[in-house]
């Protein structure tokens, strides 16, 4: 296979501290890759300012205008680190490359492994998922969180390895099929995991965050989450459906035994004790199903708004 234009999308949120070390870092990777004639000399850096509120973006431009090969594009506001990937992985595809890799701003994420997602490549692989070798980078409760979640996905047949990441490279065939989805909410480790194209993996060593700290907190973890869920499978709406079945079927048979023993030995209990509990826990299951209902309407509604994923404000090319 012919040497690829590789670019490398990097999505920045407050990442004043990481920058101009990041670009320096990589450009080091890319630099050693042209010289074992692996990519072509033009590959490029492409950072998505994700609506950061510090000198971020300050930091892009002045790195464009020292040095073309670093392009950017900046966000109008936060959109969240899922749509600026997509961003990125859209803005490459519309400025030319052969293979994309994307990579962590603070860089966790050991940047020497691009070479190995880059021999994938020319090996035919369209693409190439970076699997962690351990989380002790992670804090205790992010790393049984993490784990939590990969499990339920597997679950719903999401066939996702438990230590992905966001690090992979894919090919310009794979970023065609993904202009096909048009989705608001497209959970990228779950779609490029089941395009179904020829995928690889490479292990990679995480290192401690550069600079700064991390820019997610529970509650953008648990969106992430949640959205990679309802955008991704049904079965939770299925579960519901063979719940209440089953608990209907558990309700005849534990009325009739009572009937029967009203009828034919007359000693029917009542105890307002069971009586509570069991209201409280038939209805808090009631209420986590609707949630769950609900969860799949808040995202069909979201979806059939067909607003754009994310607004540009400005773009470097
Ligand atoms: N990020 C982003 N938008 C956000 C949050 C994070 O673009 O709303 C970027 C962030 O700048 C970094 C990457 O996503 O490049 C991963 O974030 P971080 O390193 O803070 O996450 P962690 O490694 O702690 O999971
Ligand atoms: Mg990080």
Redesign the pocket.
């Known amino acids: 296979m012919e040497k690829p234009l590789l670019a490398v999308v ?6 004043e501290l990481c920058i101009k070390e990041t670009v320096d870092k990589l450009f080091l990777v890319l630099n050693d890759l042209i010289s074992k004639n692996k990519i072509k000399p033009e590959s490029y850096l492409y950072l ?1 300012d ?1 609506g950061s509120k510090d000198s971020t973006w300050d930091i892009i431009s002045e790195l464009h205008n020292t040095n073309p090969l670093v392009k950017g594009l900046k966000f109008v506001k ?1 959109f ?2 899922q749509k ?1 990937l997509i961003a990125g992985l859209e803005a490459v595809k519309v400025l030319g490359c052969d293979c994309v890799v994307t990579i ?3 860089l ?1 994420q050991d940047e020497w492994s691009i070479e190995k997602f880059i021999d994938k490549y020319l090996d035919g692989f369209d693409i190439v998922s970076g699997i962690r070798n351990n989380r002790k980078s992670d804090s205790f409760f992010k790393k049984y969180t993490a784990l939590a979640f990969y499990k339920v996905m597997n679950l719903l047949g999401a066939h996702i390895p438990v230590n992905h990441s966001d690090y992979r490279l894919v090919s310009k065939h794979a970023l065609d099929i993904m202009s096909q989805f048009p989705e608001r909410y497209l959970f990228l480790r779950g779609f490029f995991n089941d395009v179904g194209l020829k995928t690889a993996n490479v292990n990679f060593d995480v290192k401690p ?1 550069m600079h700064g700290e ?3 907190n529970f509650a ?1 973890l648990s969106i992430l989450a949640l959205n990679g869920i309802t955008s991704y499978s049904v079965v939770p709406l299925r579960l519901v459906s063979i719940l209440g079945f089953s608990m209907t079927i558990i309700g005849i048979i534990l009325g009739s035994i009572a009937v029967c023993n009203k009828i034919f030995f007359a000693n029917f209990q009542h105890d307002w004790a069971i009586d509570l509990i069991m209201n409280c826990f038939f209805g808090g299951i009631e209420l986590f199903c609707l949630g769950t209902i609900a969860e799949y309407i808040g995202q069909i509604f979201l979806e059939v708004k067909g607003r754009p994923r994310y607004i540009k404000d400005t773009e470097l090319k």
Do not use: H, L, M
């Open positions: 990097i999505p920045c949120f407050n990442e998505v994700d936060n969240g680190n600026a962590d701003a603070d966790q965050r991390s820019k997610f953008s």
